[in-house]
């Protein structure tokens, strides 16, 4: 099992900057990926971004140039970093993790809003 908390969600204004982290624990030596979706009310959850056990990233065409997504050396927290926040970045953005068998983890979700 593997468990995912989020931190750092919260109320930003447009243009601004909010960095969200992602502390994960127990059984993590067969995590491939981790990355971040969001869920907007009334839409689908969307990929973010993500990052390999081999530090490739990829990210949603909207986030390029604007989200960054990193770790730290332990490979157990994953961050992304969020500039320039427009008012349609406002969902609730989930940490997942995907184990070389495929087998998928999601934390609890934290709420960004991103007022005008």
């Known amino acids: 099992q593997v468990q995912l908390v989020e931190s750092g969600g919260g109320l930003v204004q447009a243009g601004g900057s909010l960095r969200l982290a992602c502390a994960a624990s127990?059984?993590?030596?067969?995590?491939?990926?981790m990355g971040w979706y969001r869920q907007a009310p009334g839409k689908q959850r969307e990929l973010v971004a993500r990052?390999?056990?081999?530090?490739?990233?990829d990210y949603a065409d909207s986030m390029k140039g604007r989200f960054t997504i990193s770790r730290d050396n332990a490979k157990t927290t994953v961050y992304l970093q969020m500039n320039s926040l427009k008012p349609e970045d406002t969902a609730v953005y989930y940490c997942?993790?995907?184990?070389?068998?495929?087998?998928?983890?999601w934390g609890q979700g934290t709420q960004v809003t991103v007022s005008p």
């Open positions: 990052i390999t056990r081999g530090g490739n990233t």
């Open positions: 997942s993790a995907i184990t070389t068998g495929l087998r998928y983890y």
């Open positions: 127990g059984n993590i030596g067969p995590i491939n990926v």
